[in-house]
């Protein structure tokens, strides 16, 4: 079976799905958390954006170093920007897509702190990865929107807030 098809697939659904998400967002609330601990609302959302471009990052190199700057969040402001920088992102991964081969995805992966390996993939097992930090995050979201009385969207059947519950 080739994973490839598979994963082109499931980024496409999580793409239509955040969507959803981003469509409803309110950048009113850019600063609320539910919680001290928790991240405000529009770097988590900046975030799930983020995430949609991780393929490209994965494919392009072999290790991520934190300590050496190689990640550098971007800062958000208002709901159009998000919706332009997750456009943007997916966009790069679609790009990366339509080039890879199936091998590819067996190449090694990895996140650091310098020295310190965070993670060890590969590049099959680090979209894999992406694709539930999508997930995780986006459900974060939506827990926000509730606290929020904004409408949560279906993800993978319908929520509350769905006319058809």
């Not at 490839?4 to 496409?12: A, S, V």
């Not at 997750?86 to 067996?106: G, I």
């Not at 990865?129 to 969207?153: C, E, K, S």
Request: hydrophobic share 35%; glycine share 4%.
């Amino acid at each position: 079976m080739e994973t490839l098809p598979n994963l082109r697939k499931e980024f496409e659904n999580e793409y239509q799905i955040t969507k959803q998400f981003f469509e409803v967002y309110d950048d009113s609330l850019n600063d609320y958390a539910p919680h001290e601990k928790s991240m405000k609302m529009m770097p988590l959302a900046t975030h799930i954006a983020e995430i949609f471009g991780w393929p490209e990052i994965i494919m392009k190199t072999e290790n991520l170093d934190f300590s050496a700057g190689d990640y550098k969040p971007t800062f958000l402001n208002t709901k159009e920007e998000l919706q332009q920088k997750f456009e943007e992102d997916y966009s790069k991964t679609k790009t990366v897509f339509s080039a890879m081969q199936e091998a590819e995805l067996d190449g090694k992966w990895s996140m650091s702190m310098g020295e310190q390996i965070l993670a060890d993939f590969t590049k099959y097992s680090a979209m894999r990865h992406a694709l539930d930090q999508i997930t995780h995050h986006r459900a974060q979201l939506g827990v926000y929107y509730r606290l929020n009385n904004i409408p949560v969207p279906p993800s993978y059947g319908p929520s509350a807030d769905t006319s058809d519950y």
